[in-house]
């Protein structure tokens, strides 16, 4: 899930980030490749001299099933086994044919009509078609097990036909303006209409399995590896690499340790990799370090009283919490650029709206009067307004009489968690508020459970941010609490849904953009999310293994988790004599540069414009 393993994913009001996200794009503005001319290491040739591609991740898979996946690594996973209606382009993220070539609306924009392409065939033979897009978006509009991960992109479906192979037809109940951002993997309706029960179904069991994407899934152990081998039959064409291999290591010095001699190709961390970790990786022979601004946002998420639809209330969030005075407080004595600039160490920007400044068409920043400052001792006076005062011994009392002591779900395989939550005992701590912080392998429990006072979150953003946005719905809350619901942390606002709706049928795009803007104002305001920071993507990968690869966008962004499949299937072994494949709707390949290309200006970054759970949704 977002960060909830994920899962995965208030503010300052300091804005230094146009300068450092220059500095960023300038220091990371790569079409990433290498003049390095040293065969790869033989660990990374396969059974009779197969090419693979060692992938170092620091995330476990939640499940292999699309339908139950939120992820960073398996939603990634599934976008290189299975192809989407469309996709998006790696240099600018616009949209681009994807199994879809084309499409077009009724003018009443009720009635999609897309045409599927002919020659993208199962990795089975058999061929793909219309009537697999219809099955996968029926069936997760019946069975609420098959909607988990997805069901956001069609509650808004009436219907959904195939009156030919190469014709899908959906129909609206209201104009939805994402209907050509339906981030949802089309999967064989041959294959998966076998499936009983597809809330408990992880498609962990039997490979390989039947995809059409780039790559066919072929193995997986669990909090091991995940391998897959090169579709030779992809329509856009074969990747360069014979396998791909995401391999777990739940240490991230080892998994460094391992790009160093040369066991892995490529390093992401969990999911960037920490300031100290890049620096020592700089200027070492054939390895190069990608430093990006990123898709993602670093928050920390408080509980509002975990409840269900069917207002079943659960967990055991303090009850202080539901005060909107105290998470303003407590929000406006974290220092975001303490943590820029400590934690981070300049490798992020500070934080405020829930959407990364690289999709600048809905970039947030509070207004002068409405930010909520670094200013612990109005953050003490809010919370003496609020009936919580402190006792002799300076302890910070709640309405029992106890001291108020807040545990925060933290995931023991991210650094910066750690470091972050040291911070927050010592600015807490100066309020009089104790700070616990309880960092394991797993937080998804916990956290579906409702059993936390606040968390470290963080999410991937898609190019299209209706999902992000659509899992602080009343919609997105589980059916019961035995169910799984695909919320971040159980947020249910009337005002927020109402700008929600608003901007799921607004096709004007400035407009729509206003009425994003709008609903981030209001998490900010609410306080149930303190977006803290968005760090960049810092990943590294070997230039002896690999020649070169596609970042997205193309002109400083990143490898690791990107909107589509562009890295994986572009990046070309380093003994190639080939190039990269295309990996843009006009074909033209990513060019192979040794050195780094920086930005004059901020032009080219914001011509550019998806959920991680609690570890990293996607």
């Not at 098959?146 to 479906?157: L, Q």
């Given at each position: ?19 450092r ?29 197969d ?32 192809e ?56 997760m ?32 109940k ?78 991230q ?50 509980n509002?009283?975990?409840r ?64 909520l ?48 939550g ?35 979150d ?15 719905t ?7 609490p ?18 929600y ?87 033209t ?30």
């Amino acid at each position: 899930m977002n960060r909830h393993d994920q899962h995965g994913s208030g503010r300052s009001t300091h804005r230094p980030w146009r300068a450092r996200l220059l500095a960023a794009a300038g220091a990371g503005a790569l079409l990433l490749a290498s003049g390095a001319v040293a065969p790869p290491v033989s660990a990374k040739e396969g059974d009779g001299g197969d090419k693979v591609l060692t992938v170092a991740v620091a995330q476990s898979v939640d499940s292999l099933s699309p339908f139950l996946a939120v992820r960073l690594l398996s939603t990634s996973i599934h976008r290189l086994t299975y192809e989407y209606l469309t996709n998006y382009d790696a240099e600018d993220n616009h949209v681009i044919p994807g199994l879809a070539t084309e499409w077009k609306s009724s003018p009443d924009k009720l009635t999609w009509t897309y045409t599927i392409r002919s020659d993208s065939k199962w990795s089975d033979g058999e061929q793909a078609t219309a009537e697999d897009a219809a099955w996968t978006f029926n069936t997760m509009m019946t069975d609420p097990g098959a909607a988990t991960a997805n069901g956001s992109f069609v509650g808004n479906f009436e219907k959904v036909t195939a009156p030919s192979p190469t014709q899908l037809v959906i129909r609206l109940k209201k104009p939805q303006a994402t209907m050509t951002a339906l981030d949802v993997p089309i999967v064989p309706k041959h294959v998966w209409e076998k499936v009983d029960d597809f809330s408990k179904f992880n498609n962990d069991k039997d490979f390989p399995v039947v995809g059409n994407g780039p790559f066919v899934l072929t193995d997986y152990k669990p909090d091991s590896y995940v391998r897959l081998k090169a579709n030779k039959d992809f329509w856009r064409g074969a990747p360069k690499f014979d396998e791909l291999v995401f391999r777990y290591y739940k240490d991230q010095d080892a998994a460094v340790a391992a790009l160093r001699k040369g066991e892995v190709s490529f390093v992401a961390g969990s999911p960037s990799l920490t300031p100290a970790q890049a620096d020592s990786l700089k200027g070492e022979e054939n390895i190069r370090v990608n430093d990006a601004p990123g898709r993602r946002f670093y928050a920390l998420a408080t509980n509002p009283g975990a409840r269900a639809k069917d207002g079943t209330k659960f967990g055991d969030g303090d009850p202080s919490l539901l005060d909107q005075r105290v998470r303003n407080a407590l929000f406006m004595a974290v220092d975001r650029k303490a943590i820029v600039d400590k934690v981070f160490q300049g490798h992020a920007v500070e934080g405020a709206g829930y959407i990364p400044p690289r999709f600048s068409s809905y970039f947030f920043e509070p207004s002068a009067g409405q930010e909520l400052a670094h200013d612990p001792q109005k953050a003490a006076r809010l919370l003496d307004e609020a009936g919580y005062r402190t006792n002799a011994d300076g302890k910070r009392l709640g309405k029992d009489g106890k001291p108020l002591d807040y545990r925060i779900l933290c995931h023991a395989t991210d650094p910066n968690d750690k470091a972050v939550g040291k911070y927050l005992q010592e600015w807490w701590g100066e309020l009089g508020i104790s700070v616990t912080l309880d960092c394991l392998d797993n937080v998804t429990d916990p956290w579906l459970a409702g059993k936390y006072d606040l968390a470290f979150d963080g999410w991937s953003v898609n190019p299209d941010p209706d999902f992000v946005l659509s899992i602080h719905t009343c919609a997105a809350l589980p059916a019961t609490p035995k169910d799984t619901g695909a919320t971040d942390n159980f947020i249910c606002d009337k005002e927020y849904d109402d700008l929600y709706a608003r901007q799921l049928g607004e096709y004007d795009a400035d407009k729509r953009a206003e009425i994003v803007k709008r609903m981030q104002s209001r998490l900010y305001d609410t306080g149930y999310m303190n977006v803290m920071a968005y760090p960049n993507a810092v990943e590294a990968y070997r230039t002896d293994q690999i020649k070169s690869i596609t970042t997205m966008p193309s002109a400083a962004g990143n490898i690791y988790g990107q909107d589509g499949y562009w890295s994986w299937w572009s990046a070309v072994p380093a003994d190639s004599g080939g190039s990269a494949g295309s990996s843009s709707s006009t074909g033209t390949v990513i060019g192979i540069v040794a050195g780094v290309v920086v930005l004059v200006g901020l032009g080219v970054l914001f011509a550019v414009r998806r959920r991680a759970s609690a570890d990293d949704r996607e």
